[in-house]
């Protein structure tokens, strides 16, 4: 299996403008998670999706934020307007059901805003 | 509350020496799984480990090992024969199932290991 691809691996963009993320999962894998790593807040839960369905979406930072699975094998995260504050690595993450089931992450997008 | 409890920003180890990385968690669910993932400076997250809560015997993985201790609540990763590779940043993380946790995955702040030669 190619494991999960994420897209682009590195973004700079200027502030204001939209951002899209892109996430291929592991075929099979049910779940699907987009995580933030900042240096100052470390890895953050954004969103997680079952079955396509978004579960929780509480570690959202705001509006300017939403994501959207339409189906099992593409995810998306969009950041508009984007903001000199939205710089981080965004990880998109695939597992099987449950709590005994390992994340397996993409290799992240560095997302640069100006 | 902190879920996952990384108390050592940094650590330090001379190569072919083991390590103790250290994990506490916060839980009321019954059934949960611990992990360790590492992070190399090149970005990516490398699963390493995992202990589930029935699990009585202690996960290991080649070099790794994760000395658990439920009534303490503790999860430590154990790597034996340091190696010049395993300079990176290892976190520690939970996953439970339950209807306020859903089925997330929770991250510790990191510990940074380097080996030194």
């Known amino acids: 299996d190619a494991g999960v691809i994420q897209s682009p691996r590195h973004e700079v963009t200027e502030m204001g403008q939209e951002v899209t993320l892109r996430c291929k999962p592991i075929?099979?894998?049910?779940?699907l998670f987009w995580y933030r790593q900042t240096m100052m807040r470390g890895l953050e839960l954004l969103i997680y999706?079952?079955?396509?369905?978004?579960?929780?979406d509480s570690g959202m930072p705001e509006d300017r934020f939403s994501a959207k699975m339409p189906n099992a094998s593409f995810s998306t995260l969009k950041i508009q307007p984007s903001e000199p504050r939205d710089s981080a690595v965004y990880f998109c993450?695939?597992?099987?059901?449950?709590?005994?089931?390992?994340?397996?992450f993409g290799e992240g997008s560095r997302l640069t805003v100006l | 509350a902190q879920k996952i409890t990384q108390t050592q920003p940094g650590m330090f180890v001379q190569e072919k020496e083991a390590v103790t990385l250290d994990c506490t968690y916060d839980?009321?669910?019954?059934?949960?799984?611990l992990f360790w993932y590492k992070q190399p400076s090149s970005g990516e997250m490398i699963f390493l480990i995992y202990?589930?809560?029935?699990?009585?015997q202690n996960a290991t993985e080649g070099r790794y090992s994760l000395n658990f201790q439920k009534a303490r609540k503790s999860a430590n990763l154990v790597i034996s024969a340091s190696q010049l590779g395993d300079s990176a940043m290892y976190f520690c993380?939970?996953?439970?199932?339950?209807?306020?946790?859903?089925?997330?995955?929770?991250f510790g702040e990191g510990t940074q290991l380097t080996v030194n030669p």
């Open positions: 202990q589930g809560s029935y699990d009585e």
């Open positions: 993450a695939s597992s099987f059901t449950h709590w005994a089931g390992e994340l397996f």
């Open positions: 993380a939970m996953r439970e199932v339950s209807e306020t946790s859903g089925s997330r995955l929770t």
């Open positions: 999706f079952n079955n396509n369905v978004p579960i929780d």
């Open positions: 839980t009321s669910d019954q059934s949960y799984g």
């Open positions: 075929s099979g894998h049910d779940y």
